[in-house]
């Protein structure tokens, strides 16, 4: 199934140290208008994506339950990504009401005070009352950035969201755009022992457990519940910006076309660089490496360091 994310806004009411979109206080006055955001949704009914909702801030802008209630009325599986603060039980109530499936809520530590040096004063506990308004009416699942500043936290966030009843853990390999600075980045050889600890946790917990933006979990993972690694970007997964741009994923600064240029399955079939990352014609150690049908290497992480978006990825370690 294509996973396709959709950044309505770039609004949002925190400031993120490592914020992929540099969202800001306020909407960006290009963002897609409802008109054009209908239309869309009409125009990649016949794909039947998973959608996510993301931004900023997408419970900021004004109209995002009129566009969940027309997604899901044309058959949409539809997700939106929150940072939880803005979930009142008024707002709860309209996203159950929007056919809104699950909502996933940014949680960078168990520790509050970890969280709001990241998110800003308050947020945690703001995320948690969120979650709360949620229970009972939406699935929830919790999405954790691994930066240099939290690495130390991953058992305690799996106990956490064990504790508060997620429905899944998503664990997200910094990559450094937008806000994201090299200096937060994990060391190669630290994010395989994290990739080791994760699976280890994995195993005991009774939720779906996913890892992004580290490929390489491919070849360490278990049989178990989610996902387990392999880069999606261009091939089972794709962005599209509050302007309507469209990139093979959030961390993936090529630009592959403009919705209000072209018809969103034009793109999503032609494109020549999205073509490319299917064919899987990979350079350097990742062209070489056994695991490349099940990994395929972060082509993010690629392209940042080389400027060639299927050359090796940097943060490997295998030596093939």
């Not at 208008?33 to 993301?54: G, H, R």
């Not at 109209?63 to 990504?81: E, Q």
């Not at 939720?207 to 070849?219: D, G, N, S």
Request: net charge neutral; aromatic share 8%; glycine share 8%.
């Amino acid at each position: 199934m294509l996973i396709l994310a959709w950044e309505v806004t770039a609004a949002c009411n925190l400031s993120c140290g490592y914020c992929r979109a540099s969202a800001s206080f306020r909407p960006d006055p290009d963002e897609l208008s409802t008109k054009e955001a209908l239309s869309f949704l009409d125009s990649i009914v016949p794909l039947q994506p998973m959608l996510i909702l993301s931004g900023g801030e997408p419970l900021l802008r004004p109209d995002i339950f009129l566009i969940a209630r027309h997604a899901t009325s044309l058959g949409l599986r539809v997700s939106l990504a929150s940072n939880g603060t803005t979930l009142t039980p008024q707002v709860a109530d309209e996203i159950k009401a929007s056919g809104i499936s699950r909502v996933s809520i940014s949680l960078d530590s168990a520790d509050p005070e970890k969280h709001d040096l990241i998110r800003g004063p308050g947020s945690f506990q703001a995320a948690l009352q969120g979650i709360e308004n949620l229970r009972g009416k939406v699935d929830f699942q919790i999405n954790n950035t691994l930066t240099s500043r939290n690495e130390s936290d991953v058992p305690a966030i799996f106990d956490l969201a064990q504790r508060i009843g997620a429905r899944a853990l998503h664990f997200f390999f910094l990559v450094a755009t937008g806000r994201g600075r090299e200096e937060d980045l994990i060391s190669p050889e630290r994010q395989e022992e994290l990739l080791l600890e994760i699976d280890r946790e994995r195993a005991l917990r009774p939720f779906e457990v996913q890892v992004t933006c580290a490929p390489q979990y491919a070849r360490i993972a278990r049989p178990g519940r989610g996902r387990a690694g392999g880069c999606l970007a261009g091939r089972n997964f794709v962005f599209v910006s509050r302007k309507g741009d469209v990139y093979p994923c959030g961390y993936f600064p090529l630009l592959v076309g403009n919705i209000r240029e072209m018809n969103f399955i034009e793109i999503w079939e032609n494109a020549p660089e999205l073509r490319a990352l299917r064919e899987r014609t990979l350079k350097g150690k990742c062209g070489r490496c056994s695991y490349a049908s099940i990994c395929g290497g972060c082509r993010a992480r690629a392209y940042a360091e080389t400027g060639d978006f299927l050359e090796a990825d940097p943060s490997c370690l295998l030596e093939v």
